[in-house]
Every structure is written in C-alpha cells, then in structure tokens.
C-alpha cells in the first residue's frame, strides 16, 4: 500500500510540475503579447527553415499583421532577405538588452540606414538658437518616486509622423502641448505640419543646417521657430499629412499655444526629474539604434551609442521596471514616441535612468507657454 501511494504521489508531482511549467510557459508568451514572431526571436530557436518557426512562416504573419505588399517578387525577395537578417539582429539586441523585450516590429523589412532615414529625422548639431536659456537648478530632496504626466492630462493621444523624419516637431509639439495644459488647463493637439511647412529656422553660425520638414530639425530650432512666429494652431485646422510638399498655411489668427520662453535642462538626471515634475513633458533626444526592434519592457542595453539621432517626448518616470533575476529592478524614463500606437508599449519606449543610455539626458529642453485668447 505504501509503495503504490508513493508511486501515486510521484505521478501526481509530475503533472502538476507539468501543468505549472505549461502555465509558466504560456504566461510568458502571454507577457509577450501572444505575439510568435516575438517568442521566435527572444526564445533562442537557431533553425530559421523550420516551416513552424523559420523566417518564412513570420515573414507571412509580418506581412498580414502590417499591411505589408510589394510592387515586385524582386522587391519582395528583398525584403525577405532584410527580414532575415532583422531576426538575426532582433537577437543580438536581446543579448545586449536583456531587460526588455525584442522582436519583430513593423520596420522589419527597413535596413537600418532605410530605417533612420525614413522614421528618424533629428538634426544632431548641439548648438543652441539665441533665444535659449539654461534652465534654472532646482530642488530634487522631495521628488516623488513615481511620476507620469499622463496620468494628470497633459500628454495628447500617440500620433504617427509616418514615412516622414518629422520626429523633432512631434517632441515639440509634445512638450507645448503639455506646457499649454499647465498655463491654460486645457489639452489641445498642436500641429506638426505647421512646423513642417512653415519652420525653417536656421543656425546662423551653421549656413544650410536649418529645420527642413521630412529631412529632419530640431526641437530647440522648432521653439525659436514658434516664438517667432507667435504661436502653434490647432492640430486639426491644420491636420498632419506625412509629406513637406505642401506650401505653408499658417493663420496666425487660430494660434492656440504660445511660448512664452524655452531652457535646456542640465546633463544631471534628478535636475531632469524635477523639470518634469514642475515644467511638463520635456523634449528629449536619443538614439534609436534599439527602437527598431523594441517591444517593451525597460530598454538597458550593456552597450549604446549616443549619437543622437531621433526627437521624443519625455512624460515621466518609474522606480521599478521588470529586469531579468540576476539584475536589480530598474528605474526608467517613460519616453513617448510618434511611430503609432502599435510600436512598443501603446506608442511608449521605457529607457533605464542612471547611466545617459544611448544619450537620452544629452539634449533636454523645457518650454514655457502662456495664454492665448484665440480660440
């Protein structure tokens, strides 16, 4: 009797060590978003010609997923060639990145030069227009532990530049649209294609580096820009197109927000922190090298250029993000993004704080507005 409740008591173990390594295994594909292309990437399978798992089968789900077509088998062979070698690379950024997620996204079938040229757009020179300040220090002994602008109305709705490098007018729409919920109360969506069209403001010890639409800009320039011009109009009185074809349509009579004066924020992290807790959302800059295969989670890689390359929108932070066992949680920025809402986190992009990773406290700027009459 003892040896067959014994034998009963090892089968019993077995199956709910079975069905908890089952649970274990499906709540990570869970974490995952269910998505296969992802657990493809990260879970290590070394053979791409498996029907089940290869490169052909995700190449299919990619396409559907995203809408993708191409005008040739040509093209299309092409692609699947450069989707290959993002699966490939979506692993070695897992390696270098282990606290976040990294998969398949919908540049996958964009080289990285395609990508940064397409989907980026921000000028690097790190001269600064005449109107700039240096944001004033201030106190960071009582900052909160926790803080997140969305939470308290001032981040308008993930937008989408497109096929466009406009990235630098949706950081700088961004942070006055969240300046303007401060001084008036109320959140507008301001327009990036004004800035598109319109904003041409240039460095005068720099002949030819100007913000120039789709081919890139900077935020600080784009402030100068809006100074100057007396204001920003409303989103959908002059909705975004995606294109610098246009010519420039800007009323000054349906200004909604105004800068009232802009700063750039020290290099140190706590005086970040206390600009976004006081100011609004920040204007940040960054490199994106890992954005093109980010899926969530805290992006930490052991190792990141800080060049920067692409404009984003700081509106907030975090104590805690998930970080593997062997490392501690970690603390992060919370950056928002203008790739849609399905990149990333719903249009976010979480950055460890601590260490300037892939430069995102080198070029941090602070805008002021006041109170327009307009409607």
């Not at 995952?32 to 995700?58: C, F, M, T, W, Y």
């Not at 009185?237 to 420039?248: K, L």
């Not at 066992?325 to 601590?354: A, F, P, T, V």
Request: charged share 20%; proline share 4%.
């Amino acid at each position: 009797m003892d040896c067959h409740f014994s034998l009963f008591s090892v089968l019993f173990l077995f199956v709910v060590v079975a069905a908890a390594a089952t649970s274990l295994e499906e709540n990570s594909v869970l974490s995952a978003k269910s998505e296969p292309l992802i657990r493809q990437v990260v879970g290590g399978a070394d053979n791409l010609n498996d029907p089940r798992l290869g490169a052909e089968h995700h190449f299919e789900l990619f396409k559907r997923r995203f809408g993708k077509s191409y005008k040739s088998q040509e093209e299309h062979d092409h692609r699947f060639k450069v989707f290959r070698a993002n699966l490939r690379r979506a692993r070695r950024h897992q390696s270098l990145d282990p606290s976040a997620t990294h998969g398949v996204t919908q540049f996958s079938d964009l080289t990285p030069a395609e990508f940064r040229r397409t989907f980026l757009g921000l000028r690097s020179r790190l001269r600064l227009p005449s109107d700039a300040n240096k944001a004033p220090i201030l106190p960071t002994d009582s900052l909160p532990t926790d803080f997140d602008w969305r939470d308290r109305g001032a981040v308008a709705a993930v937008k989408n530049q497109g096929a466009c490098g406009s990235c630098w007018s949706f950081s700088t729409t961004g942070a006055l649209e969240g300046a303007n919920f401060l001084a008036t109360g109320k959140l507008v969506s301001l327009s990036e294609q004004q800035l598109v069209d319109c904003d041409h403001e240039c460095d005068p010890e720099e002949p030819g580096s100007c913000d120039s639409g789709c081919n890139g800009g900077l935020m600080n320039s784009a402030f100068e820009y809006t100074l100057k011009a007396g204001g920003l109009m409303r989103e959908e009185d002059y909705p975004y197109t995606g294109t610098d074809r246009g010519t420039c349509k800007f009323d000054k009579s349906k200004i909604v927000a105004s800068v009232a004066n802009f700063s750039v924020v020290s290099l140190d992290e706590e005086q970040i922190a206390a600009n976004v807790v006081k100011n609004g959302p920040l204007a940040v800059a960054i490199n994106a090298v890992f954005m093109q295969t980010y899926v969530g989670g805290v992006s930490c890689p052991y190792i990141c250029s800080k060049r920067l390359d692409h404009g984003v929108l700081l509106v907030g932070y975090g104590s805690a993000g998930y970080a593997p066992i062997r490392m501690k949680e970690k603390s992060y920025w919370i950056i928002k993004n203008s790739w849609g809402e399905n990149w990333g986190e719903n249009g976010y992009y979480k950055i460890c704080r601590g260490r300037n990773i892939c430069g995102v406290d080198s070029m941090v700027s602070t805008v002021a507005a006041v109170q327009t009459t307009s409607q």
